[in-house]
């Protein structure tokens, strides 16, 4: 849906690196690099990173609690990341890393101003947690929080690609697992926002681009209707 080091060994190696400014709303889903082989530095401007987490495994976290920031790290060869960052007023965004075979940047978060009364906004925040339990459990390949069923069930998407709905969590909450395949002779781009549909209220991919053959896991929670 994951984990500090000494930090005085590590200035140096951060001091020569380009900083990475991403500027968002809360629960945005912003992009980034990461190197495979040294640490990243995450901040929050003005605030304090008070946890990061993401799949089982992908990554590790180092915490800097004086400072309120933390490194991640690579533990998978996988080319993308996906995780979740949070301050201590409980906002949360969502990173997609791209992993890269070179030097390190750091990332700093920056907070878009949002319309409407915070009291508004505070509400949101149960279902936002509820989003990102489901997104653990469905990452989980053993048992998670809420209970699953598996399936097999092949469904419509494009021509050019394989969708198979491997895992479904039910309740007020919905959360589905497919496997996507590239079947055309092309790279794939996939974009999240071509999975939105009615009710659907997240999506995360694993692995935005896809070659020939290649395959990944989407994810997909939507709110149940009485429709």
């Known amino acids: 849906m994951n984990k500090i080091l000494l930090i005085p060994l590590l200035v140096a190696s951060f ?3 380009a900083a990475q400014v991403l500027v968002g709303k809360p629960d945005d889903t912003l992009n980034a690099r990461v190197s495979r082989a040294e ?3 995450i901040r929050i401007d003005g605030h304090r990173v008070r946890r990061i987490f993401g799949a089982e495994g992908d990554f590790a976290v180092t915490a800097d609690k004086e400072a ?18 949070s301050d201590e007023s409980g906002r949360t965004w969502k990173l997609l890393l791209s992993v890269i075979d070179g030097p390190s940047d750091s990332i700093t978060i920056k907070s878009r101003s949002v319309s409407g009364n915070v009291s508004a906004q505070g509400k949101d925040v149960p279902r936002n ?17 809420f209970d699953f069923r598996v399936t097999n069930e092949i469904v419509p998407l494009w021509s050019e690609a394989l969708f ?21 002779a092309n790279l794939m781009v996939l974009d999240e926002r071509e999975l939105y549909r009615r009710h659907v209220v997240a999506v995360s991919i694993a692995k935005p ?3 020939p053959g290649e395959s990944t896991d989407v994810f997909v929670m939507s709110e149940s209707t009485n429709e």
């Open 209 to 211: 681009q896809l070659s």
């Open 68 to 85: 309120g920031t933390a490194y991640i790290k690579p533990s998978t060869d996988k080319s993308t990341l996906s995780l979740f960052v």
């Open 129 to 145: 947690q509820l989003i990102k339990r489901v997104l653990l459990s469905l990452q989980s390949d053993g048992d998670g929080e």
């Open 164 to 184: 198979v709905l491997t895992k479904v969590i039910d309740g007020p909450l919905k959360g589905e697992k497919y496997q996507l395949t590239n079947t055309s």
């Open 15 to 17: 001091s020569a690196s």
């Open 39 to 41: 640490p990243t530095l």
